[in-house]
């Protein structure tokens, strides 16, 4: 037995002492080392598989262990410290020396068996890359019934009709564009349809009839909108038929990169819309009615709008060939990198984009022109790929705007009524983005229409309001969602002197049908006490005609400052749930205590960081209830508990293995072997925080314990 910074280091694969006490220690199916020796026995003997030898085998695998016999536990590392286990102790117990040509223990005499290979451990078929092509040009009525009947996903085929199978291989066909986008629609008006589907690029786009059918209604703005020329907005929609694997396959790297609000959605769509409505005396109804929309799973709302500002007018014009050049110049863009500058070719032009890192500081700078590339024509720099213009989008609600950053921290239902898609969508996002570094957890929609597949599950008053943000146009929300506790009527932006027009707080029962004035109609009364100081700043602004950016910086510094005083008492106490350097064991992270935290902010609360005073005790107690401390709880406790795990292995590499495994058995160092691996393959996926010299060690590690072993487990364990 080795100790290290009290880590102990035994062959212990028994349950702890602690887990006997408590009744958790179970005993897990693993076949992963039988599975291999099962296919190298095939292989040599070059014979098919015996199902009534496999039935022997099985037997004697499965009976009951002798007196002393070890098992794992499955939800405790800290009883295993050298990663030994007992699971597959006592399965190598009676398929090892089968393996060797002794007789099986417990009991068996039979001659060897081959062992049965699970499910898990068969190799997969060969897997071929497949084809996709852009579509032709159909038909209204033929483009919104091309999807099979049903919610199930349509599947894409490859070239030789075979189903495909969800990844795509990067040199395959679009695999690039997927990096970016799902699909691009183009919604067209129909006199007999209404709003119908025309064009899908690429054309095996993996959208159901369902999905379709809110893309063409959320691609036109309600009739109260009464939007003419050019417009645009965005919209949000749940994926339906279940969760479908991205075409593309950098999801995890990505992800574990940017911003945990700027991950890749896995459940829903974002669809970036650019719609004409002109005087057209050809068409039948007077008006020529077209949106194009750009359906992705990225939140990149500023570099989407950018995009379509230089495509939707030149496919207008020229139709279908224009759409197809610059699909295909996307599929030339590289893959979306955290924390890398990127030259994005675009009809002729380059935008220069940075995806933000989740390591960068608040308020970076914005990207730079490379100065070591010579560039032509001269890049469109985009100063971020997502953020809104803040101070635009709150100018009617700049004197609450402290209210409704509590609404958002504490996941209340809240009604947004726009007089156009595009206020009500980018109000919406802008009211998503303003708790920023803390990732929203709730549902919300930035454009919302009674042909919405939800809206009976959102409009219905038999159960209490969902956790959501609804952007809508139509008054006739105002009725259906009465009951709803927070509803922001907005009006179009009328300047009264040099601050715009306020809206005012307004009680509930004073909501009219569709004759509603602006105001933000609430009982809800606010923890903290309003910043006037901030009013000041943003009027004096105003009447030195300062830039807009420099407003909306002074804004979100305001709302970032505000989240960080909020969230660094809980970052505090969280820290100090983790064990002891001397004791790092993983899953060994205390639980957290809601009372101990209150009581911990006497002397360490958000006054020492924020000079806003008000309830911040009841604001934390409100918290608690809510998505977001939900949401934030699991991935710090995620994190630390990976944290912890990478920190066991680092004490690991630290230990003499060639000590350790002198007096151990066989089955002990497989395990080991096994184990290693396993955590290997988890730190090169970036799921263990860990240094490439800690893998090297752990190669290391695994090669000496194969070494130590007889030529056959050997030959089983690096078949190669």
């Given at each position: 037995?080795?100790?290290?910074?009290?880590?102990?280091?035994?062959?212990?694969?028994?349950?702890?002492?602690?887990?006997?006490?408590?009744?958790?220690?179970?005993?897990?199916?693993?076949?992963?080392?039988?599975?291999?020796?099962?296919?190298?026995?095939?292989?040599?003997?070059?014979?098919?598989?015996?199902?009534?030898?496999?039935?022997?085998?099985?037997?004697?695998?499965?009976?009951?262990?002798?007196?002393?016999?070890?098992?794992?536990?499955?939800?405790?590392?800290?009883?295993?410290?050298?990663?030994?286990?007992?699971?597959?102790?006592?399965?190598?117990?009676?398929?090892?020396?089968?393996?060797?040509?002794?007789?099986?223990?417990?009991?068996?005499?039979?001659?060897?068996?081959?062992?049965?290979?699970?499910?898990?451990?068969?190799?997969?078929?060969?897997?071929?890359?497949?084809?996709?092509?852009?579509?032709?040009?159909?038909?209204?009525?033929?483009?919104?019934?091309?999807?099979?009947?049903?919610?199930?996903?349509?599947?894409?085929?490859?070239?030789?009709?075979?189903?495909?199978?969800?990844?795509?291989?990067?040199?395959?066909?679009?695999?690039?564009?997927?990096?970016?986008?799902?699909?691009?629609?183009?919604?067209?008006?129909?006199?007999?349809?209404?709003?119908?589907?025309?064009?899908?690029?690429?054309?095996?786009?993996?959208?159901?009839?369902?999905?379709?059918?809110?893309?063409?209604?959320?691609?036109?703005?309600?009739?109260?909108?009464?939007?003419?020329?050019?417009?645009?907005?965005?919209?949000?929609?749940?994926?339906?038929?279940?969760?479908?694997?991205?075409?593309?396959?950098?999801?995890?790297?990505?992800?574990?990169?940017?911003?945990?609000?700027?991950?890749?959605?896995?459940?829903?769509?974002?669809?970036?819309?650019?719609?004409?409505?002109?005087?057209?005396?050809?068409?039948?109804?007077?008006?020529?009615?077209?949106?194009?929309?750009?359906?992705?799973?990225?939140?990149?709302?500023?570099?989407?709008?950018?995009?379509?500002?230089?495509?939707?007018?030149?496919?207008?014009?020229?139709?279908?060939?224009?759409?197809?050049?610059?699909?295909?110049?996307?599929?030339?863009?590289?893959?979306?990198?955290?924390?890398?500058?990127?030259?994005?070719?675009?009809?002729?032009?380059?935008?220069?984009?940075?995806?933000?890192?989740?390591?960068?500081?608040?308020?970076?700078?914005?990207?730079?022109?490379?100065?070591?590339?010579?560039?032509?024509?001269?890049?469109?720099?985009?100063?971020?790929?997502?953020?809104?213009?803040?101070?635009?989008?709150?100018?009617?609600?700049?004197?609450?705007?402290?209210?409704?950053?509590?609404?958002?921290?504490?996941?209340?239902?809240?009604?947004?009524?726009?007089?156009?898609?595009?206020?009500?969508?980018?109000?919406?996002?802008?009211?998503?983005?303003?708790?920023?570094?803390?990732?929203?957890?709730?549902?919300?929609?930035?454009?919302?229409?009674?042909?919405?597949?939800?809206?009976?599950?959102?409009?219905?008053?038999?159960?209490?309001?969902?956790?959501?943000?609804?952007?809508?146009?139509?008054?006739?929300?105002?009725?259906?969602?009465?009951?709803?506790?927070?509803?922001?009527?907005?009006?179009?932006?009328?300047?009264?002197?040099?601050?715009?027009?306020?809206?005012?707080?307004?009680?509930?029962?004073?909501?009219?049908?569709?004759?509603?004035?602006?105001?933000?109609?609430?009982?809800?009364?606010?923890?903290?006490?309003?910043?006037?100081?901030?009013?000041?700043?943003?009027?004096?602004?105003?009447?030195?005609?300062?830039?807009?950016?420099?407003?909306?910086?002074?804004?979100?510094?305001?709302?970032?400052?505000?989240?960080?005083?909020?969230?660094?008492?809980?970052?505090?106490?969280?820290?100090?749930?983790?064990?002891?350097?001397?004791?790092?064991?993983?899953?060994?992270?205390?639980?957290?205590?809601?009372?101990?935290?209150?009581?911990?902010?006497?002397?360490?609360?958000?006054?020492?960081?924020?000079?806003?005073?008000?309830?911040?005790?009841?604001?934390?107690?409100?918290?608690?209830?809510?998505?977001?401390?939900?949401?934030?709880?699991?991935?710090?406790?995620?994190?630390?508990?990976?944290?912890?795990?990478?920190?066991?292995?680092?004490?690991?590499?630290?230990?003499?293995?060639?000590?350790?495994?002198?007096?151990?058995?066989?089955?002990?160092?497989?395990?080991?072997?096994?184990?290693?691996?396993?955590?290997?393959?988890?730190?090169?996926?970036?799921?263990?925080?860990?240094?490439?010299?800690?893998?090297q060690r752990v190669r290391l590690y695994i090669e000496k314990a194969i070494g130590s072993l007889p030529k056959d487990l050997q030959t089983v364990l690096c078949p190669c």
């Open positions: 037995m080795i100790r290290n910074q009290d880590v102990t280091f035994s062959a212990s694969s028994r349950v702890t002492q602690e887990e006997k006490r408590n009744g958790s220690g179970t005993v897990r199916e693993c076949s992963t080392l039988s599975g291999l020796w099962w296919l190298v026995e095939r292989e040599a003997r070059n014979e098919k598989f015996d199902h009534k030898a496999d039935r022997q085998q099985k037997a004697a695998c499965t009976q009951p262990r002798p007196p002393g016999s070890s098992a794992a536990t499955t939800g405790s590392l800290a009883a295993q410290a050298l990663l030994v286990g007992g699971l597959r102790t006592s399965r190598l117990r009676c398929a090892l020396p089968a393996a060797r040509g002794a007789q099986p223990q417990h009991g068996s005499s039979g001659p060897r068996q081959p062992l049965e290979c699970s499910a898990a451990c068969r190799l997969p078929a060969p897997w071929q890359p497949p084809g996709r092509f852009l579509g032709n040009a159909l038909p209204a009525p033929a483009a919104a019934m091309e999807a099979p009947s049903g919610d199930e996903p349509r599947q894409a085929r490859d070239r030789l009709g075979a189903p495909f199978s969800g990844t795509r291989d990067p040199a395959a066909p679009w695999a690039r564009f997927s990096a970016w986008l799902e699909c691009v629609c183009v919604v067209t008006f129909d006199l007999e349809l209404g709003q119908a589907l025309e064009l899908v690029y690429p054309s095996d786009c993996r959208l159901t009839d369902k999905e379709k059918s809110s893309i063409c209604y959320l691609s036109f703005p309600d009739s109260h909108s009464g939007c003419l020329g050019d417009t645009q907005f965005s919209f949000r929609i749940r994926q339906c038929g279940g969760h479908r694997s991205p075409w593309h396959t950098n999801d995890k790297h990505y992800d574990s990169g940017v911003p945990m609000s700027l991950q890749r959605e896995p459940a829903h769509y974002f669809g970036y819309v650019y719609f004409r409505q002109v005087k057209d005396s050809s068409v039948k109804r007077g008006y020529f009615q077209k949106s194009l929309v750009l359906v992705s799973r990225l939140p990149f709302i500023r570099l989407f709008q950018a995009l379509l500002g230089l495509m939707a007018p030149e496919y207008f014009d020229k139709l279908a060939p224009c759409l197809e050049a610059v699909c295909n110049e996307i599929d030339q863009w590289p893959a979306p990198t955290p924390g890398q500058t990127l030259n994005l070719p675009i009809m002729g032009l380059v935008l220069q984009v940075r995806v933000p890192s989740r390591v960068d500081k608040p308020e970076s700078s914005p990207p730079k022109q490379c100065d070591h590339e010579n560039l032509l024509p001269a890049p469109v720099i985009l100063t971020s790929v997502h953020e809104l213009d803040l101070f635009r989008c709150f100018q009617p609600v700049l004197t609450h705007v402290q209210t409704l950053w509590e609404l958002m921290l504490l996941g209340e239902p809240l009604v947004v009524l726009a007089p156009s898609p595009a206020m009500s969508s980018e109000l919406v996002l802008a009211l998503t983005s303003c708790l920023q570094p803390l990732k929203f957890c709730c549902d919300y929609r930035p454009y919302f229409t009674i042909h919405d597949s939800e809206f009976k599950e959102f409009t219905t008053r038999t159960q209490a309001p969902p956790n959501v943000i609804l952007g809508v146009t139509n008054p006739f929300f105002i009725k259906t969602l009465q009951h709803w506790p927070h509803i922001l009527r907005v009006g179009e932006p009328k300047m009264s002197g040099d601050l715009p027009k306020q809206v005012k707080l307004k009680k509930p029962s004073r909501l009219k049908t569709l004759d509603t004035k602006p105001g933000l109609y609430t009982t809800y009364t606010a923890f903290l006490h309003r910043d006037k100081a901030l009013l000041k700043r943003l009027l004096k602004g105003l009447q030195k005609k300062r830039p807009s950016d420099v407003q909306t910086a002074l804004l979100r510094r305001h709302l970032l400052e505000l989240t960080q005083s909020f969230i660094i008492p809980l970052e505090h106490y969280m820290a100090s749930l983790m064990p002891l350097q001397k004791s790092i064991m993983p899953w060994k992270i205390r639980p957290f205590h809601q009372d101990d935290f209150l009581h911990s902010l006497e002397h360490a609360g958000p006054q020492l960081t924020c000079i806003l005073k008000g309830d911040w005790l009841g604001l934390y107690r409100r918290f608690f209830k809510s998505p977001h401390f939900d949401g934030w709880y699991r991935q710090r406790h995620k994190e630390m508990a990976q944290k912890l795990e990478a920190l066991h292995l680092e004490a690991i590499c630290e230990a003499n293995i060639e000590t350790w495994m002198r007096d151990k058995s066989e089955v002990e160092v497989v395990d080991l072997v096994l184990k290693l691996r396993e955590k290997l393959v988890r730190a090169q996926g970036h799921q263990l925080p860990v240094s490439e010299a800690t893998l």
